[in-house]
């Protein structure tokens, strides 16, 4: 919805310009020829382009690439295949940015049974959301979709209580 949104904002300033860009034309058209005007039409059309453009490179590569890359994750989601895996939450990593998406980072013990040690496993949230309420030594059955953690529940620590 954001996306479209944005799409549409971005529709109708190129519609206005579009408009005012046409009307300056059609009027230059119709002067007669070597008119003073015609300096005063060809400014306003460039002034009209050179905004055009200022709002073009920020709206589009800021607002849009954001939402974009968003939804594509989120597209994503419904055609990857998804991983079980029940696990030991380990910490919180700081937040990083995954194919444009800003994500929270969550790691968890997992054991690898060829050099019989622990390795850490990071699972990427959703930073449009709230991070789940996970607890250090929290067992968490979660599916993930490429690190990206799309369910979970949580089993509570008893060692704790």
Known sequence: MQRRRILMGFYIATGIFLAGFLGVFIYYL????????????????????????????????ICFKRVNAYYKMLRFISVGLKEYTVAPFAGIDDWTTVDGVDVNVATFRVHNYKRDEDMIRQIYVDGEKDFPPFEEGDRVRMISQGNLLIEYEIEKNTKNI
């Open 30 to 61: 119709f002067l007669p020829f070597e008119d003073p005007n015609g300096t005063w039409a060809t400014a306003v059309a460039c002034t009209l382009a050179a905004l055009y453009v200022i709002f073009l490179f920020p709206y589009m590569g």
